[in-house]
């Protein structure tokens, strides 16, 4: 069973760079076919996607937030890590890592417990 840990900080300024790190058990960020993203959800609002990058360590990113987005990994601890440049207020939210995968031929998906994020001075 793969399992997914959100850590970083819960309060960030307004302009700086809000880093999260998404710890992985359970299974490698290598393994075939595996996705690995974040996903956040503001207060009020929907699930939003961010980005993700793949177990060959290509990276996809949201449109809208492709400019100041920026997701890597790190193969040797087994996590992956979500960047957000200047950020505003409009970026507090929950922000949760989650991986979509096949068991066989059977799509999975995993999701960490999530994190709240608030941006303010």
């Known amino acids: 069973q793969v399992q997914l840990q959100e850590s970083g900080p819960g309060l960030v300024k307004p302009s700086q760079t809000l880093s999260l790190t998404c710890t992985v058990s359970?299974?490698?960020?290598?393994?075939?076919?595996?996705?690995w993203g974040w996903v956040r959800q503001p207060p009020g609002k929907g699930l939003e996607w961010m980005g993700a990058?793949?177990?060959?360590?290509?990276?996809y990113y949201s449109p809208s937030l492709k400019s100041h987005t920026s997701i890597s990994r790190d193969t040797s601890k087994n996590q992956f890590t979500l960047q957000l440049s200047s950020v505003t207020p409009e970026d507090t939210a929950v922000y949760y890592c989650a991986a979509r995968g096949y068991i066989a031929t059977t799509p999975v998906t995993y999701w960490g417990q999530g994190t709240q994020v608030t941006v303010s001075s």
């Open positions: 359970g299974g490698s960020i290598t393994t075939n076919y595996y996705y």
């Open positions: 990058i793949a177990y060959s360590g290509s990276t």
